[in-house]
C-alpha cells in the first residue's frame, strides 16, 4: 500500500518536472518558429518590396550579365518570385527538422519523467 | 478542322472531365463537403490551391496589362506570389491545427463572440462576390470569343456546370476538378508562349527568352536584346520605356502600396485559405503553400515573357503596315472589337502613344454604338472630313487608344501563328482558370452561410443532413447572384478582383495574424479593427470607383493611392486600431488563451494531451 502510494506520489511530481520541462520545450520551439520567420520575411521584404520596389530605380543601371534584365526590373518581373518560392521551401524544410527534434525532446522528457 | 471545330471540341471534352470527377467524388457529409475529409495530400492541395487561385485575371488579363504597363505591371506578378510566403509563414500551419471548416470558425472562436463571427462571414461573402462576379465575366468572355456565343448565354453555361460539380461534390469535388483544370490551365498558358519564344528568340525556355537577343532574322542583325529592342521600339512610338521604373501614375508609392495590398489580400483571401484545412496535417499545410507557389510561379514566371513578346509581336506586325500586308490574326480580332484600326487616310496603319494613333480598343461600347463610329469614320475618310466624324477623336476622348489588353494572351498563338488546336486550347484554358476560381469562391459563400450563419449562430442543433442541404441550396442561389453580376459586371475583370484584395488585406489579414501570434488582443479591439480596415478601404474604392473622388495624397506623397493599393493602408488602420484599443479591454479568458497554445504547438507533441492520456503514465 505504502509502497504503491509512494509511486503515486512520486509519479505526480515527476510528472508535474515534466510537464514543466515540456512547456519549457514548447516554449523554446515557438521562439524558434518566431525567429526563422522573422529572418525568413526580412528577406521577403528585401526581395519583393526592397529590391523589386523600393531600390529597383537604382538597380536598374546593372544588368545581368549575359543577359537584356536590367537587376530592378527582373526583380519585379522575375527575381522576387523565385526568391519568394525558396523562402517556403525553406521554411518547409527548417520547420520539418524543428517539429522532429521537438518530438525528439519532449520523448526524452517523458522517458525521464 | 477549324479553330472553332477544335475550341467545341476542348471545351466538352474538358467539360465532361470535370463532370466525370464531380461524379465520382460526390459527398455525403458535412465534412466531405467543406474540408474535402481532410484527405487532399499536400501535391494536390497546391494544385488545386494554385488553380483555384489563378483566376480568369491571371489567366487572360495578367499578361495584357504588364504588356502595356511593363516595369509596373511586376505589382501584379509580385503581389499575387509574394502573398503565398505570407500564408506559409504566418496563417496556413496554424489555421491547418486549429482545424475547423472555415475562415469565419476562426475569427468567430478565438475571438470568442459571435458578432466577430458575423462580421467576419459578412467579409466573406462580400471579397467572395466581388471575386466570383469578375470570374463569370471571364467565363462569357471565352465563350463570345472563341465560340461566338452571346456572352450572356456563356455565362449562363458556366453556371450550370459550376452548379453540378460543387454541389455534388463540395469541397472534395472542388479540390479533384481544380487539380485537372490547373493542368488545362497551364499547358494553354505555355504551349504558345514556349512556341512564339523559340521563334522570337530561339530560347525553348520562355522565361529564359526574355532575356535573350532576338534571332537575327528578326532583328535585323544579331545580338541584340528584346528587351532593349522593346525599349528602342517603345521610344520611337512615344511610350515609357519597357523596362524604366515609375513612368506616369506608377510611381513608387503607388506600386509600393499596390504590391503590398495584393500580397496581404492574397494571404487573406478566404478561398485560399480555407484550402488549408483540407489536408492532413500541418506539415502538410505547409508543404502544400510551397507545392501552390511552385505551380503559379510556372504561369508567373512565364507571363512577363508572354507580354513582353507580345508587345513586340503586336507593335512590329502592325505599325506601318498597309492594309495588304496585316496578319490574318488582326482582322480574325477586329471582329471582336478587341483592336480596331481607324485610319488617317493614308491607308498605313499607325500605333502611338500621341494623337496620330489609329489602333483603338471597342471597350464597354456596345456593337451598335461601335459601328456608328465605324460608319460615321468610314463617311469621314471617304468625304475628306466634310461628313461623318473622325473615329479616332471620339475613341480618344472615351479613353479607348490601344488594343484591349485581353487581346494579348487571347490573339498570342494566332499571332506565332500556332496551328488551330493550340489555339483552341486557349480557350479551354481560359475557362479553366475561370471556372476553378469562380468553384472555389462559391463554396466559401455557401460554407460561410450554412456553417457559420445556419449551423453556428441560427440553428446550432440542426442536423448533418440539413447543414448539408443548405450548403448545397446556398450555392445554387450564390450560382446565380454570381451569374448575374457576370452579366451586369461592375467594372473591368481585373479592377474588380483587385478590390477584393483590397478588402481581404483589410480585413481578415489582421485579425488572424494578431489572433495567433498574440494572446492578448480580445474581442472587442479586433471587431473595432476589421470594422475600420474594412470600413475605410471600402468607402475610399467605392468613392473613387463610383463616384470620382479625387485620390489622397495624406499630405504626404506627390500622387493619390491607387485605390487597387488602398488596402495597404487598409491593414494598417485595422492593426493600429486593434493594438491601441487592446489594452482598454480585458485580456481574453483561459480557454482562448489555451486555444491560442494548442494552434501553436505541433501536432502530436502536444505535452498535455500525452501525459494525461498515455497508459503508461
Redesign the interface.
Known sequence: MSASSDAAGRRAASSDAAGGRAAAALRRYWRANIRIMAVLLGLWALAGLGAGILFADSLNAYRISGTGFPLGFWFAHQGSIMVFVLLILAYCLYMNRLDNRHRRELETTMQEG | MSVQAWTYFFVAVSFGLYLFIAWRTRVRDTRGFYVAGRGVPAAANGMATAADWMSAASFISMAGL?STMG?A???Y??GW??G???L???LA?YLRKFGHYTVPDFVGDRFASDLARVVAVSCAIFISFTYVAGQMRGVGVVFSRFLEVDIHIGVIIGMAIVFIYATLGGMKGITWTQVAQYWVLITAFLIPAIAISIKLTGSPLP??G????LEPSIAGQSGV????KLNQIQADLGFSSY????VGGWD?VN??CV??AL?VGTAGLPHVLVRFYTVKSV?AA??S??WA??FI?LL??TA?ATAAFARYYMIDSLNGKTAQELPSWFENWEMTGLILWMDDGDGVMRYSAGDDNEIFRGGSLSQAELSDVRVGHQAWLDSDGADGADGRTALRARGLSGPDRDIIVLATPEMAELASWIIALVAAGGLAAALSTASGLLLVISSSVSHDLYYRVLRPNATESQRLSVGRSVIGVAVVVAGVFGIYPPGFVSQVVAFAFGLAAASFFPAIVLGIFSKRVGTIPAVCGILAGIGFTGFYIIACVFFDMETWTFGLFANGINPQGIGSIGMLINFTVTLALTPLFPRPGKDIEHMV?SV???E??G??V??ET?PE?
Do not use: N
Open positions: 504588364i516595369y505591371g511586376g505589382v506578378l509580385m506570389t509574394g503565398y510566403v505570407l506559409a509563414l504566418l500551419p522565361q529564359a526574355l532575356g535573350t537577343t536584346y528584346l528587351l532593349e523596362t524604366a521604373t515609375f513608387k506600386v509600393f504590391a503590398l500580397m506539415r505547409r508543404w503553400a510551397f507557389l511552385l510561379s508567373y514566371l512577363p497554445d501553436r504547438e505541433p502530436d507533441a505535452p498535455a500525452m501525459i498515455a503514465h
